[in-house]
T-cell receptor
Framework: NAGVMQNPRHLVRRRGQEARLRCSPM?????VYWYRQLPEEGLKFMVY????????ESGMPKERFSAEFPKEGPSILRIQQVVRGDSAAYFC????????????FGAGSRLTVL | KQEVTQIPAALSVPEGENLVLNCSFT??????LQWFRQDPGKGLTSLLL?????REQTSGRLNASLDKSSGRSTLYIAASQPGDSATYLC?????????FGKGNQVVVIP
């Protein structure tokens, strides 16, 4: 069991480019959560997805950010037209049930915007 | 909105001393509380999970207590070792999401 896999681990983008972060949940897990950790800040909830459904996106910025979890393949967090303030670590977590406790976290994707 | 606060933000202790890390939360309507460890540039490792009906959980040198009514949890690490150096995160589960504190950054000096 490879755990929650996130890639890329590190991503550098220039302002205005797009960033795509991928998350493959643990085998058998159909619930995915994305969190963002800004420098010197705690982890903040962004979005909760099940296969082909967005369950709760109340933590997502209203513009430029989107997330999906297709029937096949990894969950994708997409950030369009990145700005320096998007520089952060983005963590994905998965669970087998529709409850957010006892999540298994990935190692994170660290986005740097130049 | 749930607010989670961890104090102290950072601390250094000599090897062998006991560590006491504090976490407080504003909304006592939680289902459980979890302590994580985060190493620099790494992901999160779950250390202890305390259900809302429980008062404490223990694993090896780690002991976590929960006082739901007062909105507090404490993580005790006995006989600290240099390998315990990390950031410790407290997270409470409610409203179908985890709310995290900013962490206690710990350095254990050999």
């Amino acid at each position: 069991n490879a755990g929650v896999m996130q890639n890329p681990r590190h991503l550098v983008r220039r302002r205005g480019q797009e960033a795509r972060l991928r998350c493959s949940p643990m085998k058998g897990h159909s619930h995915v959560y994305w969190y963002r950790q800004l420098p010197e800040e705690g982890l903040k909830f962004m979005v909760y997805l099940q296969k082909e459904n967005i369950i709760d996106e109340s933590g997502m910025p209203k513009e430029r950010f989107s997330a999906e979890f297709p029937k096949e393949g990894p969950s994708i967090l997409r950030i369009q037209q990145v700005v320096r303030g998007d520089s952060a670590a983005y963590f994905c977590a998965s669970s087998p049930l529709g409850t957010a406790y006892n999540l298994t976290f990935g190692a994170g994707s660290r986005l740097t915007v130049l | 909105k749930q607010e989670v606060t961890q104090i102290p933000a950072a601390l250094s202790v000599p090897e062998g001393e006991n560590l006491v890390l504090n976490c407080s939360f504003t909304d006592s309507a939680i289902y459980n509380l979890q302590w994580f460890r985060q190493d620099p540039g790494k992901g999160l490792t779950s250390l202890l999970l305390i259900q809302s009906s429980q008062r404490e959980q223990t694993s090896g040198r780690l002991n976590a207590s929960l006082d739901k009514s007062s909105g507090r949890s404490t993580l005790y690490i006995a006989a600290s070792q240099p390998g315990d150096s990390a950031t410790y995160l407290c997270a409470v589960y409610g409203n179908n999401r985890l709310a995290f504190g900013k962490g206690n950054q710990v350095v254990v000096i050999p």
